[in-house]
Antibody
Framework: EVQLVESGGGLVQPGGSLRLSCAVS????????MIWVRQAPGMGLVWVSA????????NYADSVKGRFTISREDGKNTLYLQMTSLRVDDTGVYYC??????????WGQGTLVTVSS | IQMTQSPSTLSASVGDRVTITCRAS??????LAWYQQKPGQAPKLLIS???SLETGVPSRFSGSGSGTEFTLTINSLQPEDFATYYC????????FGQGTKVEIK
């Protein structure tokens, strides 16, 4: 069974840092691009970042460029999102998802990040 | 690339046929997906490549379009279909529409 499990969310002050993890199982991790998507409370879905199968190509939304870093550790079947210089508007549920043909066909349950003083 | 969905909210009854429209600010060929999201749950992929139904998704869901204009149609709306629907382009990076909430009339 395909599973993606996010962790690492929590409450952090503005300007702080947090690292999210997404542990995957049930499929060959190295065969798939992966993305992070976030959703502010009561709002829509927003793409955050993507990484290719080798971890050599990364893409970021303009709103997080220079502050967030996506990475993957194939030996641990884990995707990461390092978030720094966090702002109040970074608050939301962060989902990791697997890309198949560039559409996100499997999603985790999400982890909540709250940026507040 | 900007994605614009309409309407933002749609009121319908069980058994109705509903259509949601998604417009791209520039041509995206058929690189479009549709997702369903229910409260407290992760999104679920329904359709990819504008019209390709994912395995296990009921056939009452269908997608069409190419270029800049796309539609998601739900034939004979069922109680479990009341949810929010998002389009997403993946021609250049990834961009979601703002969502369409399908609510009970």
């Amino acid at each position: 069974e395909v599973q993606l499990v996010e962790s690492g969310g929590g409450l952090v002050q503005p300007g702080g840092s947090l690292r999210l993890s997404c542990a995957v199982s049930g499929f060959t991790f190295t065969n798939y691009w992966m993305i992070w998507v976030r959703q502010a409370p009561g709002m829509g879905l927003v793409w955050v970042s993507a990484i290719n199968t080798e971890g050599t190509r990364t893409n970021y939304a303009d709103s997080v460029k220079g502050r967030f870093t996506i990475s993957r550790e194939d030996g641990k079947n884990t995707l990461y999102l390092q978030m720094t210089s966090l702002r109040v508007d970074d608050t939301g549920v962060y989902y990791c998802a697997r890309l198949s043909g560039a559409a996100a066909d499997r999603w985790g349950q999400g982890t909540l990040v709250t940026v507040s003083s | 690339i900007q994605m614009t969905q309409s309407p933002s909210t749609l009121s319908a009854s069980v058994g109705d046929r509903v259509t949601i429209t998604c417009r791209a600010s520039q041509s995206i060929s058929n690189w479009l997906a549709w997702y369903q999201q229910k409260p407290g749950q992760a999104p679920k992929l329904l359709i990819s490549k504008a019209s390709s139904l994912e395995t296990g998704v009921p056939s009452r869901f269908s997608g069409s379009g190419s270029g800049t204009e796309f539609t998601l149609t739900i034939n004979s709306l069922q109680p479990e279909d009341f949810a929010t629907y998002y389009c997403q382009q993946y021609n250049t990076d990834w961009t979601f529409g703002q969502g369409t909430k399908v609510e009970i009339k």
